[in-house]
């Protein structure tokens, strides 16, 4: 119900923009983020944004990357610039959501996108 697109290849000090879409209507969604997870790694928060536009980093990406949303269009993207070779990994949306005002909020989960820094 998260569908992800914009990872690919791209040199160390490139750019890459993922973007992610909450296909289902009806979604109520409060906070979106974007994850990663390297091989042989646990997955991490890169970053994440608020309803309100509220946003924090991972200490290693900010000044790099940018998250932002349209909640009319449920989508969040992320900018990543300045790409470095550790930020090669599998990039993951998350959204909390729920489908009803009466239940409480699940995370969802997109499929996952490749990120490749080239050194």
């Known amino acids: 119900q998260l569908v992800e697109s914009g990872g690919g290849l791209v040199q160390a000090g490139g750019s890459l923009t993922l973007s992610c879409q909450a296909s289902?209507?009806?979604?109520?969604?409060?906070?979106m983020a974007w994850y990663r997870q390297a091989p042989g790694k646990q997955r991490e928060l890169v970053a994440r944004?608020?309803?309100?536009?509220?946003?924090n980093y991972k200490d290693s990406v900010k000044g790099r990357f940018t998250i932002s949303r349209d909640n009319g269009k449920r989508t969040v993207s992320m900018q990543m610039n300045n790409l470095k070779s550790e930020d090669t990994a599998v990039y993951y949306c998350n959204a909390e959501a729920r489908i009803d005002l009466n239940l409480p909020y699940s995370n969802y989960w997109g499929q996952g996108t490749q990120v490749t820094v080239s050194s």
């Open positions: 944004i608020t309803r309100g536009g509220i946003s």
């Open positions: 289902r209507n009806g979604f109520s969604i409060a906070t």
